[in-house]
Structures are given as structure tokens and as C-alpha cells.
């Protein structure tokens, strides 16, 4: 009787099984198609643009019909992957915004057109997560942002990863732009001015600053225990105090930037790069090739015109070795003087005999003898940048043909000589040409010259 129970609850426990395993499938499927319906309506619900307008009745509810009347209500209102519109509307936004989500767009329609006023009280932009819940991917376009006061910042962001901002007019504030503990932020193609401190960036990584324009503040941009930063494209000029400051910052790259500030332009007490490898491409102040950064109070000189100073600028224990140059003189060619053969005497390689037929000028006195063969030449040759030595030539400009080079002398600084042979009898003009390494050309025709060349 036992045996026949147990076979019976072990043949339905089979068939229990056979029926699951059947339907599991079809359950399986049927969660999975409902999960991704979820998503679906979920991604299709986000990527909404919210408008606002203070010239619109409040508060609105952001569609463009009937805009928020305030930036702070549309942030509160949006989801992740949302875009934010703010209209000019009826002048500024006297707004202090806090901003706690992530994957959030705010855009302006333009700096010139919307403006959103701290009216002094506290950070104008407020994006502050906590150790172990960052906020990430905000950008923020197309604002002036002003008047954070005596401590208030323009934008001020804490604990986030990946935040834009570009094409902004910050001013007024206490920092223009402060970023605590964050990472990977892009800050580009903005005016940062009048601000104490333009760039604040504190234990801040992998973060880039680019293609700014950072003026009248005390301090420019100024790291503490930043570390692989990039700092390139900007200009930094008419900060009171100093341009930029790494402070207790390491592995940083700093390069084509136009400082000009005073009285210091840059400070440095770690282990930073102020500079790539030469490279071809134009640089921040127009030269050929990409380098270091161009400092208002280098006193170097650039000899070869490759827009690259030849002495290194000292930024305390690092060096910038390719500071970028402005050659004021760059369309000068070499100056020559010859001061030899002189102009107005009679030269003769046979002796004191004239041949026939030439007259004899009054001044015969001053005939010289030169050596049987041909004569001597020397020229001194200077220039703003440097001579190319292989571009020395002297001819006579009456006699088509060869050039008959000029060295430099050996021990006489900026003196060139040669040996010219060409036979004849000339009445003629002696000429030396030279260029300078910027491939500029210089020549000096001589006075009226007699000579009788014979070989």
C-alpha cells in the first residue's frame, strides 16, 4: 500500500516538474518583455527639454507654452538625461541654485542675453554631492553668472565627476569656478574676470581647463594637491597677484597659455610639466610650432625664428625648455657692411698699369695693388635673430655667373670672407647677400668700382 502511494506522488511530482519546465519560458518572456517596456517608456519620458522664462506668470510648468518662471523650479522638476532652456525673459535670474541630481543639461540662450544674479548671498550654482553619492554629467552653457558675493562662488561643485561648463561669463565672485574633489571635468571657452580667485580646483584629477580667458582677478587658476590637469589654449592676463599657482600639485601639464600677468605670472612647488615637445601647429600668440607658454617676463631670445625661446624659463624647480616667443623683428634682414674692397679705390690684379683705353681717374693715388688672381672680400654681417652661414654670397653684379661664398671668420665675430676671381674688366658694383634664419634676405651693393681682373 505504501509502495503504491509513493509511485502515485512520484509519478504527479514528475508530471509537476514536466509542467513548470514547460512554463518557465513563457514566464521568463514574459518578465523580460515587461522590463524592457519599463525602460522603454522610461528613456522615452527623459530627454525633455523644461523652458523657463521670467517674463511668464509663476510658476509655470515647463513646457513652452507656459515656462517655469524660475531656473530652481525646472531643476527640481527634472529627471535625469533632461535638458534645461532658460529664455532672456525680463532681466536677470536672482537666483541661488542648488542642483542635487546627475545627467543634467542647463543652457542658456545666451551670456549676453541671460544672467543669473547670486545678489551676493551664497554660491550663484551649487552642485554639492557627498563622499559615496557623487553627482555626475552636468553641463552648464550660455550664462553670465555673477555676484556670488564676498564668499559666495559662481559655480560651486563638490563630490562630482564630469561637469561641463563652457561658453559662460562668470564675474563677481568669490571664486569664479571652485571644484572640490572632483574629477574629469571639462572647462572650456570661458571668461572668468573679476573674480578673487578665477579657478579654484582643489583635490581635483584628470580634470582639463582649456581655450578661457581669465582676467582681473587677484588670483588666475590656482590648484591645491590637484593632480593630472591639463591647462592649455587659455589666457591669463591682468591677475593682481599671480596667473597660475600649483600648489602642493603634481603631474600636471601646463602649456600654450598667453600669460601676462603681474607681478607674477606662474608658481610651481611640485612636480608639474610646463610644456610638450616641440611640435608643428600654430601656437597661442601665432608662431609655428606648439611648445611651452608664452610668459610676459621672459627675457630670452628665440635665434632661429621657430617662434621657440632658446633659453628655458625657470618656474621653481621645473623648467618650461620651449617658452613660446613673439619675434618683433622677424621681417628684418641681416645687415652687411663690406669692408672690403673699399668703395671709391682702383683695384688691379697686373700691377699700376691701366689697361688701354679706360681713363685715369684723379683720385690714382688711392690705387691698391691686389694679388695676382683676383681679389680679397670681408664683410661684416649682423642680424636681430642670427645669420645663416650658408646663405653668404658675394658677385659682381655687372658679371652673370657664379657666386663665390664668404665664411665666417673664425675668430672675428660677425666677419665674413672670401676670394673672388672672376676676370675682366669691370666698372661695376661688388655685392654681398646674406639671410638670416628666419630666411630673410639681406644684400649691400658697394659703391662705383674699378677693377681688372686677370687669371
Not at 553619492?133 to 559655480?155: A, L, P
Not at 642680424?383 to 663665390?404: E, M, R, T
Request: overall charge negative; hydrophobic content about 35%; some cysteine.
Amino acid at each position: 500500500m505504501i509502495n503504491c502511494i509513493f509511485r502515485k506522488g512520484l509519478v504527479v511530482g514528475i508530471l509537476v516538474l514536466f509542467l513548470v519546465a514547460s512554463i518557465l519560458p513563457s514566464i521568463s518572456g514574459d518578465i523580460e518583455n515587461i522590463s524592457n517596456k519599463l525602460y522603454t517608456e522610461k528613456i522615452n519620458n527623459t530627454n525633455r527639454t523644461i523652458y523657463v522664462n521670467n517674463s511668464y506668470e509663476c510658476p509655470g510648468n515647463g513646457t513652452i507654452d507656459w515656462p517655469y518662471c524660475k531656473i530652481q523650479y525646472a531643476i527640481d522638476n527634472a529627471s535625469e538625461y533632461d535638458t534645461i532652456f532658460v529664455f532672456s525673459g525680463t532681466g536677470n535670474y536672482y537666483e541661488n541654485i542648488i542642483i542635487e541630481k546627475s545627467y543634467l543639461i542647463l543652457e542658456g540662450e545666451s551670456p549676453d542675453l541671460v544672467t543669473i544674479d547670486g545678489n551676493g548671498l551664497a554660491d550663484v550654482i551649487k552642485i554639492h554631492g557627498i563622499f559615496g553619492k557623487r553627482y555626475s554629467n552636468i553641463k552648464i552653457s550660455d550664462f553670465t553668472i555673477q555676484n556670488g558675493g564676498i564668499t559666495g562662488n559662481g559655480i560651486d561643485i563638490q563630490f562630482c565627476d564630469n561637469t561641463e561648463i563652457w561658453r559662460c561669463l562668470i564675474k563677481s565672485n568669490n571664486n569664479g569656478i571652485h571644484a572640490l574633489h572632483t574629477a574629469d571635468d571639462m572647462i572650456h571657452n570661458n571668461i572668468v574676470k573679476n573674480n578673487t580667485v578665477g579657478l579654484n580646483l582643489e583635490l581635483s584629477d584628470s580634470s582639463e581647463v582649456l581655450d578661457c580667458w581669465i582676467l582681473n582677478n587677484n588670483y588666475g587658476i590656482v590648484t591645491d594637491t590637484g593632480w593630472m590637469l591639463t591647462i592649455t589654449g587659455n589666457h591669463i592676463e591682468n591677475n593682481s597677484i599671480i596667473g597660475i599657482s600649483l600648489f602642493r600639485s603634481i603631474d600636471n601639464l601646463v602649456y600654450n597659455n598667453y600669460l601676462n600677468n603681474t607681478p607674477h605670472n606662474v608658481h610651481d612647488d611640485d612636480n608639474n610639466k610646463w610644456y610638450i615637445e616641440k611640435t608643428l601647429g600654430t601656437n597661442i600668440i601665432g608662431g609655428p610650432y606648439l611648445g611651452g607658454n608664452y610668459y610676459s617676463d621672459y627675457t630670452g631670445i628665440d635665434t632661429n625664428c621657430d617662434g621657440l625661446g632658446e633659453t628655458p624659463y625657470i618656474i621653481g624647480t621645473n623648467n618650461d625648455i620651449y617658452p613660446l616667443t613673439i619675434v618683433n623683428n622677424e621681417y628684418i634682414p641681416p645687415e652687411i657692411t663690406i669692408t672690403y674692397p673699399i668703395p671709391g679705390y682702383i683695384y688691379s690684379s697686373k700691377g699700376w698699369k691701366f689697361p688701354p683705353g679706360l681713363p685715369i681717374p684723379s683720385w690714382w693715388a688711392q690705387h691698391k695693388f691686389i694679388s695676382f688672381g683676383g681679389f680679397d672680400i670681408n664683410a661684416i654681417i649682423t642680424d636681430n635673430a642670427s645669420v645663416d652661414p650658408n646663405s653668404v654670397f658675394a658677385y659682381i653684379k655687372q658679371a652673370s655667373g657664379y657666386k663665390y661664398q664668404l665664411h665666417q671668420d673664425p675668430i672675428i665675430p660677425n666677419l665674413y670672407t672670401g676670394h673672388l676671381d672672376t676676370p675682366g674688366i669691370f666698372s661695376c658694383r661688388l655685392v654681398v647677400e646674406a639671410k638670416d634664419m628666419c630666411g630673410n634676405l639681406g644684400k649691400n651693393e658697394s659703391m662705383l668700382l674699378l677693377l681688372y681682373i686677370s687669371l
